[in-house]
């Protein structure tokens, strides 16, 4: 394209061949992700399963590195593909406005010149004498439709249809030199630094190739993404769009796709594999408390994706949006009969805590389903802004109930997912809630039709799910399963009556008051879920360390399976995970 383009280059644009030099960079794209695929699912398991020591350690960190590169081929190649596919759009979109006013001059027997003015022949009737006006020629100086007065004279009625095909065909050609000026800029950025290897420094620019690319195609991709619809809806959209659609928008939008429930798992752990890279060039480098703690957690995720897991890791969401989301499975649970979601509460946030410590306990959990019924996945689910206490346990998003129920409402549109992208006509689903975690199931179970597919509820270190008696929880109270230890004293938060006194005196008040707990069996949020009154089944846990000799260690054992840590409620959680919830041992109701 020349800078000054004419209606004639517009018109002869072959945009075919811009497809086609978009499908090579397709194609380019899907080998660098089958040979990044081949390292990460055999190079490196087979190296994994057969080697030790350190050169085998070194030969891993080598060929992970080469995984990344191919994967950074694949993201740039598949971002060259869709500014093509996108460029070609757009110009069509010129091309047909441009040969629409071509056709209407030809049809009304005006000519059209080089520089875009339109000739029309004589016409109509003059005022005085009745003779036919001159014809002339209409040239657009403007946008279209401002045609100049014509006085006292009546106009030729060929003047204005000229003036509008003028405008029409300038507008055109207008529109079209911004477009190729606007993806040529584009286009000249996406290229990569010369070398082997792809630093963190690369992924930043990428992750603003990424954006750049996203601006551009947004009338091209975006908006046929349904974003409204349910999740049997999306499943549903992702089904019927062809495989090179489905190539482009993992490649632009794979922040979207990786987080839109009733997407598949395999597609979803792909894009969030990739946008995970993006996010972490997006927050490299920056200093502020925020992206630094995010980065850590990000690092983390990518670091244990790397190293391969028993059960396969899948990444079913990842986001750096308000104290982070990331939603990682152990199993796939499009294929798992038992698939569980545990929802982590007070002070979780997207950090190396969590990716250390929530990641380890679905994978506990799923390898203790496992052990019950080899079909079974569990996940962690941080969807939503978890409680964050850093002015202390008085801290009204601890006491409130706004984050859970948005949380609920977030829980409830991705357990749908789960089920309308399940393989098993009518698999098992749990829903564990820890800590204010309970809470936000609780306010899922409140929307219509209660948490999709789910059938058991799993609460523990529970200050209250937000209703009074199990049955409210939309499944019949026998497959509510509540574990509360003796020294967790969250489990004995006081209810709000006495927590608005004790918050006053601050944490130590907030606790005192739980030991006053009138009745015994008022929590913040509603009835104590162990108690007789609550009408749960109540399972074991160990008691836990006192508060005295662990601090709050009590309420955060539940799931682990380590040394000095609570196996039988781990054991428990996993039973119910499995179907196997009439084995649990249980213990007396409060």
Known sequence: MTQTLTWAQLRDLKCAELEEAADGWGRSSNRADAARDRIEQQLLTGLRDTQEGEAAQAAVARLRQLGRNFQYVYTECGLLRTTLNSLAHEMRTQQRVLKEALDDAAALRFTVHANGTVTYPAGGEGLIDGAPLRGGTASSSGPPGLAPPSGLTAPNPNAAKAQDVADRVTGA????????????????????????KVPASTWKDAAGDAAEVRDAAGAYLKDAIPHG???????????????EQREEYLAVYPDQIGNLDGIPALVRDAANRDNLQLLIGKLEGRDDERSVTQLAGLREIDRQLGAGTHPPMYLLGIGDEGNGRAIVSFGNPDTAKNVAAYVPGLNTSLDRDFAEGDIKRAWDTAKGAQKYDHS??????????????????????VMGDE??????????????????????????????????GSRTVGAATQQDGGIAGVEDIVLVGSPGVGVDRAEDLGVSREHVYVGAAENDLVTK????????????????GFVAGGLLDRGGD?????????????GARRFYTDRGPSLATGGFDAH??????????????ADNIAMVVAGRGGNIRTEDQR
């Open 173 to 196: 050609v207008r529109a079209a030199a911004e477009i190729d000026w606007r993806y040529a800029g584009i286009l000249r950025r996406l290229k990569a630094e010369e070398g082997l």
């Open 229 to 243: 619809a349910s999740p049997a809806e999306r499943r549903d959209w992702w089904a019927g769009l062809t495989q």
């Open 376 to 397: 079974s996945a569990a996940m962690v689910w941080l969807g939503y802004d978890a409680p964050q206490f850093p002015d202390g346990l008085h801290s009204a998003d």
């Open 403 to 436: 984050r859970a129920e948005t949380g609920g409402r977030a829980f409830g549109s991705f357990m749908g997912g789960l089920v309308a992208t399940n393989s098993h006509e009518d698999p098992h689903m749990t829903a564990i809630g820890h800590s204010y």
């Open 493 to 508: 938060a006081p209810s709000k009556l006495q927590g608005n006194m004790a918050a006053v005196a601050g944490p130590v």
């Open 522 to 534: 008022d929590l913040w949020f509603g009835k104590d879920p162990a108690s007789e009154a609550f």
């Open 556 to 569: 955060s054992q539940y799931f682990d399976v380590g040394p000095e840590r609570d196996r039988a409620s």
